[in-house]
């Protein structure tokens, strides 16, 4: 275990880009990779690490939910396309258009050239359909919002950036001789394990000016009724955490006690913050992958055993 740990460390803490080469990095990488797909096979199941904490799962995200092709074939272009930030964006601007949409009506967040293309890589994927007058149409009806997609992807980030077992739109019940105990269970919006750590993410696709103080505390209390080795609060947004997120969780964190402070977020990278070594608020500032990649990183940092002293 000691030596996987060690290499994830190489990948999260290597950076000095003026003395490693890219194809160095490229070569650290897929070794990292290779190390993480042998210490799923020897770790517990995601099943087994909520089992050992009295959960059990009963019910996952559904298909029908998801703005997904139906061909597994193109899942992977699907997938690479939604790394975008812009394309996020425009997938949730197109869903709330049902009856129909332009390009130029739903050129918000990009030019009409992007729009335009975003526009030809839904029809080539079969998920959008041209209609009369240069309108355009989902083909897939009744996807009410982007949030499970959202977890789709996310979780489809932890799986094939960090070979993660990974399930998303989770829900949990207390097994029988742990319902006593107090809990608030419910739905989890992906749960992870990752290195035979449990991970928890809550995945947030509103803007912070439609976040209110209960989701916060409802995050807060999910992460102390399950416990897990990460929890990370995630937002797909750029814009700043500091101005409204990072204050309402400032608010909403229990106190310690008098003997000790309060925790409280600190920043861990521009608009990434840590509570303790074990929780995190993270927006979608560079990429998904890099920002679960710095927590992460800063997670083992903080969890690796002292030096031995000869």
């Known amino acids: 275990m000691k030596s996987f740990r060690q290499a994830h460390l190489v990948v999260t803490f290597f950076v000095d880009m003026e003395q490693t080469g890219w194809e160095e990095l490229g070569l650290l990488r897929e070794e990292v990779r290779r190390l993480r797909s042998m210490l799923s096979l020897c770790t517990p199941t995601l099943a087994a690490l909520l089992k050992r904490k009295g959960y059990e799962i009963y019910k996952t995200g559904q298909a029908d939910d998801l703005l997904i092709p139906a061909d597994e074939n193109l899942t992977a272009r699907w997938y690479d396309a939604m790394k975008r930030y812009s394309f996020r964006l425009f997938l949730r601007d197109v869903i709330k258009q049902q009856e ?53 992807f996310t979780a489809q980030v932890l799986v094939r950036e960090f070979q993660a077992q990974a399930e998303w739109g989770v829900k949990l019940k207390r097994k029988a001789r742990y319902r006593s105990v107090r809990g608030v269970g419910g739905d989890y919006d992906v749960l992870a394990r990752a290195d035979g750590l449990l991970l928890y993410m809550e995945v947030k696709s509103s803007p912070p000016k439609q976040i209110y103080q209960n989701e916060i505390k409802a995050f807060l209390e999910r992460a102390a009724s399950l416990d897990p080795d990460v929890s990370i609060f995630y937002m797909d947004t750029e814009l700043r955490m500091k101005d409204k997120i990072v204050p309402m969780f400032e608010e909403a964190l229990p106190s310690s006690g008098s ?4 925790k409280r977020p600190a920043r861990l990278y521009k608009e990434l913050f840590s509570i303790g070594s074990n929780m995190f608020i993270i927006n979608a500032k560079g990429s998904v992958a890099m920002n679960i990649e710095r927590v992460l990183g800063h997670y083992f940092s903080s969890h690796r055993p002292p030096p031995r002293i000869a």
């Open 259 to 262: 003997k000790k402070p309060k």
């Open 100 to 152: 129909g949409f332009t390009i130029k009506g739903i050129t918000r967040y990009a030019t009409a050239d992007v729009t335009g293309e975003y526009t030809q890589f839904l029809l080539e994927t079969g998920m959008a359909m041209e209609m009369d007058n240069g309108f355009y149409r989902l083909e897939k009806q009744g996807i009410k919002n982007f949030g499970a997609t959202l977890e789709w």
